[in-house]
């Protein structure tokens, strides 16, 4: 097998993100091809051997990252179930319940059935499943994990979910989903304690306890105001718990929290479990809201990103790269930001690709390059890959699938 070679130039002068295309490359294509297709890529391939635009892990990061939330939930005695709707990647789901997470939340039916044929447990749908054929699918999945918990917010649902579950002698767990901040969910108080008394009554369903995201809370600016925010949407469902079991329904349960949040909400008493989900890789917008110590978040580490090839030169000042509207989500105002190169404006520029303004870069641009950059919003931009190169610096580790990209029924 041939080793590749650098060009002394290109190894000494390039940042660490920004490779030069003047490096002697050791495989040819075909052969590449055939190892990521195996799989058989540790020791072998390198960052520059991928094609672009191609979704990068770095795991050193990303293993810190897991360190970090798992032994903070452990320390503040609060259960982990991470969100898998970030990711949607078993390796990832299975590797945080390998460092101590209870098991993964699926935003949707059709994501928590690839987490279950994958080898992932203790699964919470966070949306409620409605709908003849969605709850033929979550008998389906409820009689192979009988762990799982689906999130209701409605009466009739629950009779339908009910009757189902009779008749394939099956009994659901249920999280009471409640209306904290403007999604989905029944109002707290009052409204849920008649639907948790509905789950109480049936037979085949019972109440696993309550499921409450304040996603409105994880983006405030600064921690105070975050932690304002979140104290007084959580509120409401820390009372509609100790309602429940003023009324003699026993609620063990009380699922919240986010990345913004995690260290707020693991302080208020009663809530029992975070569901945090971007903190594996963090983006742009996650990085500006502010730690509980500074101006900075610095909690976890930006772990994800999208590595580019410079494309085209169209004047001195401008580059072109192969990442655009296809390659980062664009339902945020931030641009992507390169890592390793200062000064680098980016715009989009279509379909395919992204535009560089230079004028004010630390380092030369050229032909070929490649430019990695953070995502501004993680989870949509993973839903657009269908593979994430895991890397210990620049060398390729592994290829995970992103297995329920697109499972978004
Ligand atoms: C229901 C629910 N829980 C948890 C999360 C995780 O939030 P974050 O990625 O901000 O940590 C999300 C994200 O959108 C969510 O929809």
Not at 168 to 189: E, H, W
Not at 196 to 215: E, F, T
Request: with cysteine.
């Amino acid at each position: 097998m041939h080793r590749r070679t650098f060009l002394a130039a290109a190894a000494a002068g390039a940042p660490a993100h920004l490779h030069s295309a003047t490096e002697k490359r050791g495989y040819s294509y075909p052969e590449i091809e055939k190892m990521l297709a195996r799989g058989d890529v540790k020791g072998k391939l390198t960052r520059d051997d991928l094609p672009t635009p191609a979704l990068l892990l770095d795991l050193d990061g990303f293993e810190d990252n897991l360190a970090r939330m798992t032994r903070y939930a452990k320390e503040h005695n609060r259960a982990l179930r991470p969100h898998g709707k970030t990711h949607k990647c078993p390796e990832i789901a299975r590797a945080l319940i390998k460092a101590g997470a209870v098991g993964a939340c699926a935003a949707k039916i059709s994501e928590a059935e690839v987490f279950a044929a994958n080898g992932v447990g203790g699964l919470l749908i966070t949306t409620a499943v409605i709908g003849k054929h969605k709850i033929e699918r979550a008998v389906r999945l409820a009689t192979e994990r009988r762990d799982t918990i689906f999130s209701v917010d409605n009466a009739q649902n629950v009779r339908d979910l009910n009757d189902a579950a009779g008749r394939a002698r099956i009994r659901f767990n249920l999280a009471v989903d409640l209306f904290v901040s403007g999604r989905t969910g029944i109002q707290p108080g009052e409204p849920a304690l008649g639907l948790a008394q509905l789950i109480a009554s049936l037979p085949h369903v019972k109440l696993a306890g309550i499921q409450a995201y304040s996603g409105g809370s994880s983006h405030v600016i600064g921690f105070e105001p975050r932690k304002k925010h979140s104290v007084e949407r959580m509120a409401p469902a820390v009372e509609t718990r100790r309602l429940f079991e003023k009324n003699g329904i026993p609620c063990p349960l009380l699922s919240g929290g986010s990345t913004g949040t995690y260290n707020i909400d693991s302080e208020i008493d009663g809530i029992t479990e975070l569901q945090p989900g971007s903190f594996v890789f963090m983006d742009v917008d996650y990085n500006r809201i502010g730690g509980q110590s500074g101006p900075k978040y610095e909690d976890f580490r930006n772990s994800l990103s999208v590595l580019t090839t410079v494309v085209s030169k169209p004047t001195d000042q401008q580059a072109v790269v192969d990442g655009g509207l296809k390659a980062f989500s664009t339902d945020k105002p931030f641009m992507p930001e390169a890592k390793g190169i200062q000064g680098i404006d980016f715009a989009w520029g279509g379909d395919e690709h992204g535009r560089l303004n230079l004028a004010k870069a630390s380092a030369a641009v050229n032909l070929g390059d490649r430019i990695e950059f953070i995502i501004p919003h993680c989870d949509p931009s993973v839903n657009l890959y269908d593979r994430i190169y895991c890397l210990r610096g620049d060398s390729v580790e592994a290829v995970w699938k992103i297995a329920a990209r697109g499972m978004s029924q």
